[in-house]
């Protein structure tokens, strides 16, 4: 099969590899689409260890299954595989699992291929009539339904507006997710003119360059994750607020903690989503609780290359470009 593999820094190449081995449990997708993570990015950038070269990237996939009593059936891909014996998973934390792993690193290559391998219990049918490239956002959107889920849980008093930190698919997940969870007034901020004017015009979304000085919000989600959108986060909870934090732009820094002390404002990390998170996340994908979805934009996969180099240049208006294998079965 083709593939592009990651083969060390701001390196790509689309290649020829075998086929992925299918365990028992395992079934064989066509990808049909798969979508281009910051994560994708960051290991492109060489700034992530747990994603070595030379690997296939590439975890955000919806495609067809092949072979088997189900074969042909459009699916969406839950990349997150766990154990589901350990307490995290028993207790409905899967994300938490300690023998957790995600297809795009090691030992589980990726899915920016021609064809992936995956657990059965980890994909979503598609109904007729919803197209696979709404399918393949059921990740990206998941994490900021996850995020917003456990912030609203822990959320007390007004839960009436929130600022989404990052207008990314990360960002406009999370501001889609707000308000399919009952948040109706939702603000991105954004710097990125392009995208910016995208997230507007073409996503219906209210967008900010910069956080309005001195106005707090129940809710802050940051989906970057550098230490100058954490002060901005601080700055910006309510007394009382929640601030959901999705990011991993950067380690250390930013978090003002005596503001949070003094002012009960909860941090919350987190992490993906559970399962249930991800078919509930599908399942409003499926009846349109999250909108259209029409905004990615749909690339080859064979010129991923310039596609990780134009989102790394800054020129990528759309906040996700999917990638298509030439043999994907579904062209929409």
Known sequence: MKALIYTGPEALNYADVPDPAVNLEDQLIRIALVGICGSDMHAFLGHDSRRPAPLILGHEAAGHIEGGPRDGERVTLNPLVT???????????????????IISMPPREGGFAELVAMPDRNLVSVPDGVPLFKAALAEPIACGWHTVRLALEALKGSRDTALVLGGGAIGLGTALSLKAQGVHDVTIVEPNPARRAHLENACGQTVVTQAPDGKTYDLVVDGVGFAATRAVASACARPGGVIGHIGLGEDMGGLDIRRLTLQEISFIGTYTYTAEDFRQTAEAIFDGRLGPLDWPEIRPLRDGAKAFADIRNGVVAAPKILLRPETAVERT
């Open 83 to 101: 154990c589901g014996k350990c307490p995290a998973c028993a207790s409905g934390r899967d994300n938490l699992c300690p023998e957790r792993q």
